[in-house]
């Protein structure tokens, strides 16, 4: 008989988890609370751009699939991993979703079981909340009667070469018992396990990895907006600097910080510092305070490059290319292209989006879907291109447009300005 591997939470982190743990052998639980996306699931209808209809489908033939809305069904696990949201809810972390599936999850854990908690978090959380609300809802003791571990996500929406079984994934454990257990668990669904001493280590490598590159990211943001001024290309300047074979690693500029890590995760571990500490941790503001600014520079560069035609921002026909938070993909979360769009609609632009991986219902209230035709082009003020998705045809945006402002150095000519 299969081990039971019960998944808690089933959007962009836990479907991928829950479909290679299918894969690898497991009878799976996928557990959420979203009654919708359950039955979606259950149909083989997946939300989720990583996972195929056809591999859901897959996966439900093999009848070691179900997703649920019913903790019941997660009895007699021999895995559970919790896989559920960690947002920020006026700057401060919100850990409901996890106290919830813990709460939720203690009863049915057995002894001998482990419990492996993913979310993205502040280090100190598995041991200093999960753990309490386990124990007190199973009565079962860790690790004396059932294990308990930390491995943070490395999950890389629309990465087709850096998938979840190749991605090396860190481990840890409460104690090393525990350390066993889980790595012996990720050892069946990945390929390389990097196992690290405490969870508390686990917990900060996964805020250093996505506060490092905040931090850069803030900093040829800034560069650019500097760069700019003193009429030097920054871009130019990036590609030279990217050339040198070590000691530098290429970043680039964008109209600021989308996604489910890079807004939240930094922010996680600032607030700790000042929580414990009393500390302010200076580089993480300052990148938060420059990311967050970026999407009210773009729509000043987009209102100067209009001022110089004559034109002003106020009724003036803009096309943006792509609404998500990166290159590829339909994911929404935390995209900063959706704030450059009603910055702009709030100034009196009128806004017409291209976005062809995202469904109307994501696009912000009275922007206009729009394709991107030689017409469509023609008709705008500004065409301005926000995610570079590669089914855009740039030659034809740079060959009709009027003007192009250019956020990820798609696009040349002299009617082009790039962030």
């Known amino acids: 008989m299969a081990d039971k591997l019960v998944v808690v939470g089933q959007g962009y982190v836990g479907l991928p988890l829950a479909m290679r743990g299918v894969a690898a052998g497991f009878d799976v639980v996928g557990v959420d609370v979203d009654e919708l996306r359950v039955k979606r699931l259950n149909a083989a209808d997946s939300f989720v751009e990583d996972i195929t209809d056809d591999e859901l489908a897959v996966a439900l033939d093999t009848g070691r699939y179900l997703a649920t809305v019913d903790y019941a069904d997660t009895e007699g696990f021999d895995v559970c991993v919790i896989t559920v949201p960690t947002p920020l809810r006026e700057s401060v972390p919100d850990l409901s979703y996890i106290a919830?599936?813990?709460?939720?999850?203690?009863?049915?854990?057995?002894?001998?079981?482990?419990?492996?908690?993913?979310?993205?978090?502040?280090?100190?959380?598995?041991?200093?909340?999960?753990?309490?609300?386990?124990?007190?809802?199973?009565?079962l003791r860790a690790p004396e009667e059932f294990f308990l571990g930390y491995s943070p996500e490395r999950i890389d929406p629309g990465n087709s070469r850096w998938r979840l079984e190749n991605t090396p994934k860190v481990v840890s454990g409460i104690d090393p018992t525990s350390l066993a257990k889980v790595r012996a668990f990720y050892d069946q669904i990945v390929e390389t396990t990097v196992p690290v001493s405490t969870t508390a280590v686990a917990e900060l490598c996964k805020l250093l990895e996505n506060t490092f590159r905040h931090v850069n990211i803030a900093l040829v943001n800034e560069l650019s907006i500097f760069a700019q001024q003193l009429g030097i290309d920054a871009w130019e300047a990036i590609d030279a600097a990217?050339?040198?074979?070590?000691?530098?690693?290429?970043f680039v500029p964008g109209p600021g910080v989308g996604g489910h890590c890079l807004p939240i995760d930094p922010s996680y571990l600032s607030w700790q510092v000042k929580r414990?500490?009393?500390?302010?941790?200076?580089?993480?503001?300052?990148?938060?305070?420059?990311?967050?600014?970026?999407?009210?520079?773009?729509?000043?560069?987009?209102?100067?490059?209009?001022?110089?035609?004559?034109?002003?921002?106020?009724?003036?026909?803009?096309?943006?290319l792509g609404l998500s938070y990166k290159k590829n993909s339909g994911d929404m979360r935390e995209s900063p292209s959706i704030e450059v769009a009603k910055r702009l609609a709030l100034l009196g632009a009128r806004v017409r989006i291209a976005e062809p991986h995202v469904g109307i219902d994501g696009f912000p209230a009275g922007a206009v879907p729009a394709g991107v035709t030689e017409d469509e082009l023609a008709a705008a003020d500004v065409v301005i291109v926000l995610t570079d998705h590669d089914v855009f045809d740039y030659e034809m945006v740079e060959r009709v447009s009027e003007r192009i402002f250019d956020t990820r150095n798609r696009c040349a000519g002299d009617h082009v300005e790039r962030l």
Do not use: C
């Open 100 to 139: 919830e599936a813990g709460r939720a999850i203690a009863p049915w854990t057995r002894p001998g079981a482990t419990v492996v908690l993913e979310s993205t978090t502040y280090p100190g959380t598995t041991q200093e909340l999960l753990r309490p609300l386990l124990e007190a809802g199973s009565g």
């Open 242 to 250: 990217s050339t040198k074979p070590f000691g530098y690693m290429r």
């Open 276 to 320: 414990t500490l009393g500390h302010s941790f200076r580089f993480v503001e300052l990148a938060n305070d420059i990311n967050d600014h970026m999407p009210a520079h773009v729509v000043t560069r987009v209102g100067l490059m209009l001022n110089k035609a004559g034109k002003a921002l106020n009724g003036s026909r803009l096309l943006l």
